[in-house]
Nanobody
Framework: QVQLVESGGGLVQAGRSLRLSCAAS????????MAWFRQAPGKEREFVAA????????YYADSVKGRFTISRDNAKNTVPLQMNSLKPEDTAIYYC????????????????????WGQGTQVTVSS
């Protein structure tokens, strides 16, 4: 019921910033909890950040706390991910995901919690 498209990825030097954006198509975007995941080569898909339907609650992986900020604009149907102080370890394909309903505090970091996924956007951080 929702289609997701990520944008904003690219190659950046360590210490710099990137801003990713997830654009959602659908009539009920505000009913979906949203999240960003990433997957590095040879690694499992890893939780990055999640945000509740209203944007009032957000969760972050320990590895990105203090550096990344997730937000949402329900009027524009977008979920930006501001990534500051990037590290080479942040290199991965970043995926936007959505799940209709509440962002549960015990489930938000599990990839299978989310039903809809974007195509991914590559982020490469050089040393």
């Amino acid at each position: 019921q929702v289609q997701l498209v990520e944008s904003g990825g690219g190659l950046v030097q360590a210490g710099r910033s990137l801003r990713l954006s997830c654009a959602a198509s659908g009539r009920t975007f505000s009913n979906y909890a949203m999240a960003w995941f990433r997957q590095a080569p040879g690694k499992e898909r890893e939780f990055v950040a999640a945000i509740s339907r209203s944007g009032g609650i957000a969760y972050y992986a320990d590895s990105v706390k203090g550096r990344f900020t997730i937000s949402r604009d329900n009027a524009k149907n977008t979920v930006p991910l501001q990534m500051n102080s990037l590290k080479p370890e942040d290199t991965a394909i970043y995926y936007c995901s959505a799940r209709e309903g509440t962002l549960y505090g015990t489930l938000y970091a599990r990839s299978r919690f989310y039903d809809y996924w974007g195509q991914g956007t590559q982020v490469t951080v050089s040393s």
